[in-house]
């Protein structure tokens, strides 16, 4: 079973990353126009830094399509993932990408999907500003009842992701 779901070796200077997705998905990745990118740290062997997860929306679901353990998070390795998979599956060319913030992830995407759009995460935005606010010791502001710096917070930062460039 496992040939069947390793596809190969994608490299940078001494990083690596082992790419994983299930035969078949040739006819399914052809009809993918929204894709999604999230990585976790926490949960990967010891040889590696981070598991990437490359999801398709199909209808109003994102289902998760890729599998990728890599030892480094640098740009020219996500650039070689994604040049590995769409090499392999040349029928994938999504129009809209959703990632967290990483600038390394944002400069893979543009390089290789250079048509796609590219949309940032509205939860790991809002994620960034609690955690700022938190490091800042402002949590007890911001919890108070009736906070006016709460709704500023709210107001401001958790929707400026749904601002355009031009405002």
């Given at each position: 079973?496992?040939?069947?779901?390793?596809?190969?070796?994608?490299?940078?200077?001494?990083?690596?990353?082992?790419?994983?997705?299930?035969?078949?998905?040739?006819?399914?990745?052809?009809?993918?126009?929204?894709?999604?990118?999230?990585?976790?740290?926490?949960?990967?062997?010891?040889?590696?830094?981070?598991?990437?997860?490359?999801?398709?929306?199909?209808?109003?679901?994102?289902?998760?399509?890729?599998?990728?353990?890599?030892?480094?998070?640098?740009?020219?390795?996500?650039?070689?993932?994604?040049?590995?998979?769409?090499?392999?599956?040349?029928?994938?060319?999504?129009?809209?990408?959703?990632s967290d913030f990483?600038?390394?992830?944002?400069?893979?995407?543009g390089t290789v999907?250079?048509?796609?759009?590219?949309?940032?995460?509205?939860?790991?935005?809002?994620?960034?500003?609690?955690?700022?606010?938190?490091?800042?010791?402002?949590?007890?502001?911001?919890?108070?009842?009736?906070?006016?710096?709460?709704?500023?917070?709210?107001?401001?930062?958790f929707s400026s992701?749904?601002?355009?460039?031009?405002?």
């Amino acid at each position: 079973m496992f040939q069947s779901f390793y596809k190969g070796v994608a490299t940078y200077n001494d990083n690596l990353a082992l790419i994983m997705y299930e035969d078949g998905i040739e006819d399914i990745v052809m009809h993918v126009e929204e894709m999604a990118m999230d990585a976790t740290f926490s949960v990967v062997p010891a040889i590696f830094e981070l598991h990437l997860t490359i999801f398709g929306r199909f209808g109003d679901n994102f289902l998760p399509m890729f599998h990728v353990l890599m030892t480094s998070r640098q740009g020219e390795l996500y650039t070689a993932v994604l040049d590995r998979i769409k090499s392999q599956l040349p029928g994938l060319d999504p129009t809209i990408v959703h990632s967290d913030f990483e600038v390394a992830i944002h400069n893979a995407i543009g390089t290789v999907f250079p048509s796609a759009r590219l949309l940032g995460c509205w939860f790991h935005h809002n994620q960034a500003v609690f955690r700022t606010i938190q490091k800042r010791g402002l949590r007890g502001e911001f919890n108070k009842p009736g906070s006016v710096f709460k709704l500023w917070v709210r107001g401001f930062f958790f929707s400026s992701p749904f601002a355009s460039r031009q405002d």
